[in-house]
């Protein structure tokens, strides 16, 4: 796919243009972008990796091989108003969108090829753990350059539609929960009395470590969690009180909650484009 505009010019968006500009998977000059209003924002990701910001008559759309859509999800049925009779009626749409059907879209802007991404923003360094799912229109030639072009930010899972709200749960606002864990782990160091430099490096080397772990040994993470555990040791202590603060009903229900937002932003925007119809 030679000509990519993005639609949205936020934090994913970005993402995904840092991973695939430093990957190399397509020529900068080949990139485009837009958004609703910040003109320095553009400007901004012109400079940093050498992309184009997309014409005011946003011609760019109408040769366009592939649109990635990447505005919030409150802001999608106008997006798509404002760019359906100007999109190439050749272009695969590509989704980043949490909760937003493949049918919403398909209704947006026509029958197009379509993939319904959910990346994350480890994309920025070529980590994301994305998942996506197809609509009937997408040939193999399209799915495998959709696939070449994700599988340069990270790893890919191919799933089922209705997975994806699982999907965005887990691995798409993953990195945040890992964040979260850092932040409450350098604040507990910090209280134990270890300088907040030091906390920080050994956090990062621990989480880093433990991932690396986990993928190298190919070792079930209660393995390596009780390889960890000497009986009557420091990390039994821990994990006892993690065990009577929740720790398992927490994440489960941190799951649950996602996932259910994400099922929800998809059917206030069904809702919201019904109204206005
Ligand atoms: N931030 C994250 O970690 C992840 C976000 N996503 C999804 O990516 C999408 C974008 O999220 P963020 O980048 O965090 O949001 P953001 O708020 O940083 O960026 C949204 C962009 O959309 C633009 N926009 C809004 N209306 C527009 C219109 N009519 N035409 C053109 N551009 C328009 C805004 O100007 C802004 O540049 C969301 O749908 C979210 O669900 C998916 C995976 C991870
Ligand atoms: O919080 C959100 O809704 C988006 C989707 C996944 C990560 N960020």
Avoid at 196 to 206: E, F, G, S
């Amino acid at each position: 796919m030679e000509k990519i505009v993005f639609v949205g010019a936020g934090s994913m968006a970005e993402a995904v243009i840092a991973g695939i500009c430093k990957q190399g998977t397509v020529k900068t000059e080949n990139v485009f972008v837009m958004n609703r209003a910040d003109e320095a924002r553009l400007e901004f990701l012109q400079n940093t990796y050498g992309i184009s910001i997309v014409s005011s008559d946003k011609n760019e759309l109408r040769s366009a091989d592939l649109v990635v859509l990447a505005t919030k999800p409150k802001d999608i049925n106008t997006a798509m108003e404002q760019i359906s009779s100007l999109v190439n009626k050749h272009a695969v749409i590509l989704s980043v969108l949490a909760g937003i059907s493949i049918a919403t879209i398909e209704s947006g802007l026509g029958k197009h090829p379509i993939a319904r991404s959910m990346p994350n923003t480890s994309a920025a360094i070529g980590k994301s753990a994305t998942g996506v799912s197809w609509n009937s229109s997408i040939s193999s030639e399209e799915k495998q350059e959709i696939l070449n072009l994700l599988s340069s930010i990270g790893i890919v899972a191919e799933v089922e539609e209705d997975d994806l709200h699982a999907v965005t749960a887990l691995s798409g606002s993953g990195p945040a929960y890992v964040y979260y864990l850092a932040e409450a782990l350098e604040t507990a160091a910090i209280r134990a009395g270890i300088e907040q430099p030091i906390a920080r490096d050994l956090i990062i080397q621990t989480i880093e470590g433990a991932a690396c772990m986990l993928r190298q040994t190919q070792e079930e993470p209660s393995l390596l969690r009780e390889n960890v555990t000497s009986p009557g040791g420091t990390t039994e202590a821990g994990l006892q009180a993690l065990t009577s603060g929740g720790f398992h009903e927490a994440v489960f229900s941190c799951i649950q909650h996602a996932e259910k937002r994400s099922r929800e932003l998809g059917s206030d925007t069904v809702k919201e484009s019904t109204s206005s119809s």
